[in-house]
């Protein structure tokens, strides 16, 4: 019994060497041929969704083999040589293809298959390699002068917005590849590894290099050459030029997002807020700051913790900055610290403690309505028989009523959430 690709295709590699492609293939040096990309298989949706495998066969191109009329394959296609890190090619683009043992390897009958690698770099580009089989012919003359001008070793310069060269699948479902122009490869430096996307996103592990190129990068002005620096970027400038030949470096300032991991490096940006007026000794701007440190920039920021903790630390201090608000809400808020100050650093006034400060406010009030009792007793004695004094009646009644409702009410003015020692 076969299962996955094997059982799906039943061998693949058996079928595919059953015909005219298969054996040019095999009398191509016998294990190594470069293939254009004809389709590609990404989503169920595509027509030959179930010939490589259903599931098991995303991935798999369809190509041609390069230079050699007539080799379209039909109903043979390649497979990703490598399961954990893949590349998937664009139509037009140039791989590799590999014979190398299948499903049916160890059996008596075994078989060989063939797995593509990464596109090859015909223009050392990362948004796209395509180059189109010229065989064929190319639809416009601007196309033409695009891409056959490889031949005379000249570098792809397209200014008019896209070569218009196929690019996507056969399947709609899954054509949303978007060619551009303005889309940059990052300038290298020596001994850099680098990883690029085709949209603009980049991985660097680098260093200080303090390179006399006209295309100098913007974190060399401290430490010394060789000092590390990684550098993961989402997405160039918005504002970037068309000429996307051209490699840029990153911008920490207007790249779209990014993180970076310093070990010497100053990072030639400014935070949204460095009013740092609460501090009795300000911390050094990161543009100044030239130790380790991890910056992450964008737009928007996320900490979430789906099961437990965010936790903040800081061995001086623990800095939070906005030029509107800062909002904090929870159930239940604990600050702790012997030296709390509020609306100033410089703040002397001290808090005082609700409850105890309502227990003396009771004691004052029962001693004022004994007052105002006594108050009410006081008489005139006009020459006869005493009477009540009625100015001192009237008053004593009324802040007696005052008083009953203050020490009704007193417990009121006690917090139901907020409390200090």
Do not use: C
């Not at 050699?68 to 040589?81: D, Q």
């Not at 800081?314 to 608000?325: D, F, L, M, P, R």
């Not at 009540?388 to 007696?400: D, E, K, R, Y």
């Amino acid at each position: 019994m076969k299962f996955g690709l094997a059982g799906s295709t039943n061998g693949a590699g058996s079928s595919r060497q059953n015909n005219n492609l298969g054996n040019t293939i095999s009398n191509a040096q016998g294990k190594i041929v470069a293939a254009r990309v004809t389709d590609i298989v990404l989503d169920e949706n595509h027509k030959h969704y179930e010939l490589v495998g259903q599931w098991n066969g995303i991935g798999a191109i369809f190509y041609e083999i390069v230079n050699k009329s007539g080799t379209k394959s039909v109903l043979n296609f390649a497979l990703p040589y490598d399961s954990q890190l893949k590349t998937y090619p664009l139509i037009n683009e140039i791989v590799l293809l590999i014979s190398l043992p299948n499903q049916s390897m160890g059996l008596v009958s075994s078989n060989e298959s063939y797995f593509y690698m990464s596109p090859l770099g015909i223009w050392n580009h990362p948004h796209h390699d395509a180059y189109p089989n010229v065989l064929d012919g190319l639809n416009d003359e601007e196309q033409q002068r695009d891409y056959q001008a490889t031949s005379q070793g000249s570098i792809r310069q397209v200014k008019d917005g896209s070569t218009e060269i196929d690019l996507n699948s056969s399947n709609p479902s899954q054509n949303t590849f978007v060619e551009k122009v303005d889309i940059h490869p990052l300038m290298p430096f020596m001994g850099d590894s680098l990883l690029e996307g085709r949209h603009g996103q980049s991985l660097r592990f680098g260093s200080t290099a303090k390179s006399k190129s006209e295309k100098k990068n913007n974190w060399s002005d401290s430490g010394e050459n060789g000092d590390p620096i990684t550098i993961l970027r989402n997405g160039q400038p918005s504002k970037v030029s068309d000429e996307g030949w051209i490699p840029i470096t990153e911008n920490i300032k207007n790249d779209l997002s990014s993180i970076y991991l310093t070990s010497t490096q100053k990072l030639p940006f400014s935070l949204s807020n460095e009013n740092f007026v609460s501090y009795t000794t300000p911390p050094i701007f990161p543009s100044q700051f030239n130790h380790p440190q991890i910056t992450l920039n964008s737009d928007r920021i996320i900490l979430n913790a789906k099961t437990d903790s965010i936790l903040i630390s800081g061995e001086k201090s623990v800095g939070i900055s906005s030029n509107s608000s800062i909002n904090i809400e929870a159930k239940q808020i604990y600050l702790d610290g012997t030296d709390i100050r509020l609306g100033n650093k410089n703040a002397s006034q001290s808090m005082l403690k609700g409850d105890d400060t309502v227990e003396y406010l009771k004691i004052l009030i029962n001693e004022l309505k004994n007052i105002t009792e006594a108050l009410k007793t006081i008489q005139n004695w006009p020459g006869g028989t005493p009477v009540p004094n009625p100015t001192m009646l009237i008053v004593a009644n009324a802040a007696q009523k005052v008083f009953e409702n203050v020490y009704a009410n007193i417990d009121n003015i006690k917090s139901n959430f907020v409390k200090t020692i």
